[in-house]
């Protein structure tokens, strides 16, 4: 426990557990469009923004954040035709990220370790001016993603209906794919572009098997986003191992408990239900 | 007269230029209740997307409540039923939470629901007989529950038009009576309504004109027609299945 009185162990753990709470606020939204994995591909997008950064000397994160978005929003456009070609384009655009970020990052001054730092995250070397960032960007995700639930909820359920309900659908897809770009960016400094879909996907597939509606599966999301940020970081501090990793294998076993339990509690009760005289249907016809 | 609350003016709809509505004429006024009727594939359910700006016009016009569709901002005055639920990412959610969806054109995004969303919500589930499903995921409900639903999302926003794609296919017979019910209520209460059917079983009596869609255009537009033939016995069944009526791709939700 004496780990978390030096400074960096408490940016580290702070900006792990904003980030817990922030990606699954987002994910939501992004799982219930099934569109689960573009957070992966705008971390893709992303690692060119840390490379340009890297090599003008910029802070990686802000160029991140810009370029992340640049891509989302192409990405969303891209979507928003519906074009069969669309997933062509799409890993066009990832692969293009992810070759670019390294290409870049090899043409600056940085080391391997700088750009391991973004693929696979680096929560100790977080500084008090990227903890910041973190916190702000981080804060108004948070109320966006909370206050904006209803319309977004809408939107992501039925495009249509949202549409002919006279929403601004655009205005709002447009906010999930700036948003997008937003979580990615910071999530980058805890979990890597290579680990980021993880936070914002696996707390809310596990929240949705023990959920009813939507915004209980957001609130308990958000809570085990929270909690395996949390124990992630302890855990990784205790037993020296990447906390970007460990957090994201506690939310994946967090899921495997619940869907285990999920699964044994079913099994019971369908026991118990069995267990009363079995009720003879009514023939369906009467035989002379 | 007062200004009629749809007119179509010699509409033409295509898909990847295959044509599918050419010159298709139709107006609505204020009380009225008309049933777009015609085979699977004969355009009628284009014809109400197009109505509602969901499929573009490639000729032709369309007016809502007076004001091209291109400029008309008063969508709280519309409820829309779609032919079904959309399946999702498996998020659940409430039956609650998606009739309460029905408010957002009335109150906007911005505003937190209050207590007149609330009542408008209860009032919406009372009338489709769903009030003690509220908190229920939709998921869990039988397919003539869920179309409920729908009709419910659209009578939370307290329009003045109910568009309807295909209301009561495949829907239970418990199910079609409380539909009926709900669709009589807002009639009686002074509401227009433009739905497309198969065939329109407890609907029928509501029904005060049929336009008959055919080969992309109107082949009848007045009385509601008899059914003929093995279409015509009480207990026919008209249900297909359906097949999506454009391509689907990963990335279209």
Same mark, same amino acid.
């Given at each position: 426990?004496?780990?978390?009185?030096?400074?960096?162990?408490?940016?580290?753990l702070?900006?792990?557990?904003?980030?817990?709470?922030?990606?699954?606020?987002?994910?939501?939204?992004?799982?219930?469009?099934?569109?689960?994995?573009?957070?992966?591909? /705008?971390?893709?997008?992303a690692?060119?923004g840390?490379?340009?950064?890297l090599?003008?000397?910029?802070?990686p994160?802000l160029?991140?954040?810009?370029?992340?978005?640049?891509?989302?929003?192409?990405v969303?456009?891209?979507?928003?035709r519906g074009?069969?070609?669309?997933?062509?384009?799409?890993?066009?655009?990832?692969?293009?990220?992810?070759?670019?970020?390294?290409t $870049?990052?090899?043409l600056?001054?940085?080391?391997s370790?700088?750009?391991?730092?973004?693929?696979?995250?680096?929560?100790?070397t977080?500084?008090?001016?990227?903890?910041?960032?973190?916190?702000?960007?981080?804060?108004?995700?948070? /109320?966006?993603?909370?206050?904006?639930?209803?319309?977004?909820?809408?939107?992501c359920?039925d495009?249509?209906?949202?549409?002919?309900?006279?929403?601004?659908?655009?205005a709002?897809?447009? $906010?999930?794919?700036v948003?997008?770009?937003?979580?990615v960016?910071?999530?980058?400094?805890?979990?890597g572009?290579?680990l980021?879909?993880a936070?914002?996907?696996?707390?809310?597939?596990t929240?949705?098997?023990v959920?009813?509606?939507?915004?209980?599966?957001?609130?308990?999301a958000?809570?085990?986003?929270l909690?395996?940020?949390?124990?992630?970081?302890?855990?990784?501090a205790?037993?020296?191992?990447?906390?970007?990793a460990?957090?994201?294998?506690?939310?994946?076993?967090?899921f495997?408990v619940?869907?285990?339990?999920?699964?044994?509690?079913?099994?019971?009760?369908?026991?118990?239900?069995?267990?009363?005289?079995? /009720?003879?249907?009514?023939p369906? /016809?009467v035989?002379? | 007269?007062?200004?009629?609350?749809i007119?179509?003016?010699?509409?033409?709809?295509?898909?990847?230029?295959?044509?599918?509505?050419?010159?298709?004429?139709?107006?609505?006024?204020?009380?009225?209740?008309?049933?777009?009727?015609?085979?699977?594939?004969?355009?009628?359910?284009t014809?109400i997307?197009?109505v509602?700006?969901?499929?573009?016009?490639?000729?032709?016009?369309v007016s809502?409540?007076?004001?091209?569709?291109?400029?008309?901002?008063?969508?709280?005055?519309?409820g829309?039923?779609?032919?079904?639920?959309?399946?999702?990412?498996?998020?659940?959610?409430?039956?609650?939470?998606?009739?309460?969806?029905?408010?957002?054109?009335r109150?906007?995004?911005?505003?937190?629901?209050?207590?007149a969303?609330?009542?408008?919500v209860?009032?919406?589930?009372?009338?489709v007989?769903?009030?003690?499903?509220?908190?229920?995921?939709?998921?869990?409900?039988?397919?003539?529950?869920?179309?409920?639903?729908?009709?419910?999302?659209?009578?939370?926003?307290?329009?003045?038009?109910?568009?309807?794609?295909?209301?009561?296919?495949?829907?239970?017979?418990?199910?079609q009576?409380a539909f009926?019910?709900?669709?009589?209520?807002?009639?009686?209460?002074?509401?227009?309504v433009l739905?497309?059917?198969h065939?329109?079983?407890?609907?029928?009596?509501?029904?005060?004109r049929?336009?008959?869609?055919?080969?992309?255009g109107i082949?009848?537009?007045g009385?509601?027609?008899?059914?003929?033939g093995?279409?015509?016995?009480?207990?026919?069944?008209?249900?297909?299945?359906?097949?999506?009526?454009?391509?689907?791709?990963?990335?279209?939700?």
């Amino acid at each position: 426990m004496e780990l978390f009185q030096y400074p960096y162990m408490q940016r580290a753990l702070i900006g792990a557990l904003v980030i817990g709470l922030a990606a699954p606020a987002l994910g939501i939204y992004l799982v219930q469009r099934r569109l689960a994995l573009i957070g992966d591909g /705008v971390g893709h997008v992303a690692l060119t923004g840390v490379g340009a950064g890297l090599l003008l000397n910029r802070s990686p994160v802000l160029v991140a954040v810009v370029v992340a978005t640049l891509g989302a929003v192409a990405v969303e456009l891209v979507r928003a035709r519906g074009r069969t070609s669309g997933d062509l384009a799409l890993a066009l655009l990832f692969y293009g990220g992810i070759a670019g970020g390294v290409t $870049l990052v090899g043409l600056s001054d940085a080391t391997s370790a700088n750009l391991n730092a973004y693929l696979f995250g680096s929560l100790t070397t977080i500084s008090p001016q990227d903890l910041t960032t973190i916190l702000v960007l981080g804060a108004a995700l948070l /109320v966006t993603m909370l206050a904006l639930r209803p319309a977004l909820f809408a939107v992501c359920h039925d495009e249509e209906y949202a549409r002919v309900a006279g929403l601004p659908v655009r205005a709002l897809n447009m $906010l999930l794919a700036v948003g997008t770009a937003v979580t990615v960016t910071i999530a980058m400094r805890a979990v890597g572009v290579l680990l980021i879909s993880a936070l914002m996907v696996v707390p809310v597939a596990t929240a949705q098997q023990v959920t009813r509606g939507f915004r209980g599966t957001m609130t308990v999301a958000m809570a085990l986003g929270l909690f395996a940020a949390g124990s992630g970081v302890w855990v990784a501090a205790n037993a020296d191992t990447a906390p970007g990793a460990s957090v994201v294998l506690l939310a994946i076993a967090l899921f495997l408990v619940v869907a285990v339990a999920g699964a044994g509690w079913r099994a019971v009760r369908r026991r118990r239900t069995k267990a009363g005289p079995p /009720v003879a249907e009514p023939p369906e /016809v009467v035989l002379r | 007269m007062s200004t009629p609350v749809i007119t179509v003016t010699h509409a033409a709809v295509g898909y990847d230029g295959r044509p599918v509505l050419r010159d298709v004429s139709l107006t609505v006024t204020a009380g009225e209740v008309v049933a777009v009727l015609g085979a699977n594939g004969s355009g009628k359910s284009t014809l109400i997307r197009a109505v509602l700006g969901l499929v573009p016009l490639h000729a032709g016009s369309v007016s809502l409540f007076g004001a091209p569709l291109g400029r008309f901002r008063q969508w709280q005055r519309i409820g829309y039923v779609p032919q079904r639920l959309g399946a999702g990412g498996g998020v659940p959610a409430t039956v609650r939470e998606v009739v309460a969806s029905g408010r957002l054109a009335r109150r906007g995004v911005l505003r937190p629901p209050g207590r007149a969303d609330r009542a408008a919500v209860d009032a919406a589930l009372a009338a489709v007989g769903l009030a003690d499903r509220a908190g229920d995921p939709v998921a869990t409900l039988s397919g003539g529950q869920q179309q409920r639903t729908l009709i419910a999302r659209a009578l939370a926003g307290e329009p003045e038009l109910l568009v309807l794609d295909e209301p009561t296919a495949g829907v239970d017979a418990a199910s079609q009576e409380a539909f009926a019910g709900a669709l009589r209520d807002f009639v009686d209460g002074g509401g227009t309504v433009l739905l497309v059917a198969h065939e329109l079983g407890p609907l029928r009596p509501l029904i005060s004109r049929a336009v008959v869609v055919h080969h992309g255009g109107i082949a009848h537009d007045g009385a509601v027609p008899e059914p003929a033939g093995h279409h015509a016995e009480p207990d026919h069944d008209h249900v297909h299945p359906h097949g999506p009526d454009e391509p689907v791709g990963l990335w279209s939700s």
